[in-house]
């Protein structure tokens, strides 16, 4: 339906944060909340790639204590929310207080798409904080449609404002994306959100069928930046979604700059489908494990897109990153799990 208001929530300071492997600065935060925000965007989510806490040996050292990444943002972003990715395991309710107080006023609570259980404590704690809060179920093509709403349901029960499908292994195709967000939009009381990512070329087709079922908050990122092949590009989709006339709030021409001016000399290498995010797509793996397939498979001497498969066989999902090496070293070593 044309003319439906829709929240766009970038997310290039937290998913993106993968691809530069977590080492935006302060005046990079800055520059680009700033801008941002002075686009329109509804949601600006900033974090370690992982979330809060992820900063570690397992999942990779921030440059720059995101706590401080936090506080910069905050002193330039005046019109929209600024959110933090939470994964119930990593990151701590003491953690999230910690980020209330640096300036964050809403938090995406990050679960399994089969474990919204873990997010009870977690999503109450934020509440309690005064934080709008998500509630956001990850590697969505792991689950069918009826049992995703049953996970949905148990986060609007524990206070969730809306709840964010994320498709973060970048394996599904418009109709997969389709039947998932009906099935919430269908049986929730509260809006519905979608998360993409690039690995088959289908971010923007995703984004766009998610939105045509019903979803009114949708994921991107400035030049598309992201684990993987990245996310829906927020300056693609911000063109498509006027040309199809939705009410975005967005400055389309504004965007464009900031990826023209701001992102090129923060990014380490241009956002495309390579062969190994390809495979992530392919595969059906969890989107931040490339960077961790790479260096595992130039420790062992294998091709990357056969730790892939692997990992894709045996149904690895996001908090596993410490199994990618056992997985190589019994490949290199002519095992498979049976």
């Known amino acids: ?25 302060e005046a990079q935060a800055s520059a680009i909340a700033g801008a941002l ?24 050292f921030s440059q720059v204590d995101e706590l401080r990444l936090i506080e910069a943002a905050s002193r330039v972003v005046k019109n929209a929310r600024l959110a933090v990715l939470l994964l119930p395991g990593i990151g701590t309710i003491e953690r999230l207080e910690e980020a209330r107080a640096a300036g964050a006023d809403a938090v995406r609570v990050a679960t399994h798409i089969t474990e919204a259980d873990v997010s009870a404590q977690h999503i109450a704690a934020a509440k309690k904080l005064g934080m709008f809060v998500t509630g956001f179920l990850m590697l969505a093509h792991m689950s069918e449609p ?15 404002d809306y709840v964010n499908l994320a498709d973060s292994a970048g394996y599904l195709l418009p109709d997969g994306v389709r039947e998932r967000v009906e099935a919430l939009t269908g049986g929730l009381r509260i809006p519905v959100g979608f998360h993409a990512h690039n690995n088959l070329a289908m971010a923007v087709a995703n ?33 498509v979604l006027q040309r199809k006339g939705y009410d975005t709030g967005l400055d389309f021409y504004g965007l464009m ?41 130039q420790k ?10 692997e ?10 990153e410490d199994m990618i090496v056992d997985v190589s070293y019994q490949l290199s070593q002519g095992r498979r799990q049976t």
């Open 207 to 239: 984004s766009l069928a998610a939105i045509e079922s019903g979803a009114t908050y949708v994921d991107a990122t400035l030049c598309g930046l992201g684990a993987g092949a990245g996310n829906t590009q927020i300056e693609v989709l911000a063109g």
């Open 37 to 60: 925000d002075g686009c329109g965007v509804s949601i600006i989510e900033i974090s370690h790639g992982d979330g809060l806490g992820g900063s570690s040996y397992t999942y990779g």
């Open 257 to 297: 700059d900031i990826a023209d001016d701001i992102m090129p000399p923060i990014m380490q290498r241009p956002q495309v489908i390579d062969t190994g995010s390809l495979m992530l797509g392919y595969a059906g793996v969890y989107s931040s494990f490339l960077l961790h397939v790479y260096s595992a498979a």
């Open 1 to 25: 339906m044309s003319g439906r208001k829709i929240h766009m929530v970038d997310t290039t300071l937290r998913d993106g944060s993968h691809a530069v492997r977590h080492n935006f600065t």
């Open 300 to 309: 062992f001497n294998l091709e990357p897109r056969d730790i892939l498969v």
């Open 146 to 160: 009826d049992a995703i709403l049953e996970e949905a349901l148990k986060m609007e029960s524990y206070g969730a």
């Open 311 to 320: 990992l894709g066989r045996r149904k690895m999902i996001g908090g596993q």
